[in-house]
């Protein structure tokens, strides 16, 4: 059974960082790419950053290009997402998402990806 699980979120003020962290089990991502949706209240959810598991593209949505660095520890099956310089409209619960399907395609294709975590608050105050 594959499993998502996501940690770091927090409460923090407008120009801190944090780190998520989803460590994925159940099966190999090898071929998979993983990243992170995020969904504020009343807002659908919206793509952040993917990775690609075996060619590491990295895609990222442009409101988090230049603040925000997706990685991944294959040994540990786990990717990150450092937000630096967080802004109020940064407020969300965070997902972690993996599939088959390319992370270019994810803005597109996001009701389609098969795993998701169960989610993490992060709450940027001003």
């Known amino acids: 059974q594959v499993q998502l699980v996501e940690s770091g979120g927090g409460l923090v003020q407008a120009g801190d960082s944090l780190r998520l962290s989803c460590a994925a089990s159940?099966?190999?991502?090898?071929?998979?790419?993983m990243g992170w949706f995020r969904q504020a209240p009343g807002k659908e959810r919206e793509f952040v950053a993917a990775?690609?598991?075996?060619?590491?593209?990295?895609d990222y949505a442009d409101a988090v290009k230049g603040r925000f660095t997706i990685s991944r520890d294959s040994a540990k099956n786990t990717v990150y997402l450092l937000m630096n310089s967080l802004k109020p409209e940064d407020t969300a619960v965070y997902y972690c998402?993996?599939?088959?399907?390319?992370?270019?395609?994810?803005?597109?294709?996001?009701?389609?990806?098969?795993?998701w975590g169960q989610g993490t608050q992060v709450t940027v105050s001003s």
């Open positions: 998402a993996a599939d088959l399907i390319d992370g270019s395609l994810w803005v597109q294709l996001k009701n389609a990806l098969r795993y």
């Open positions: 159940g099966r190999t991502f090898s071929s998979y790419s």
């Open positions: 990775i690609n598991w075996s060619s590491g593209r990295i």
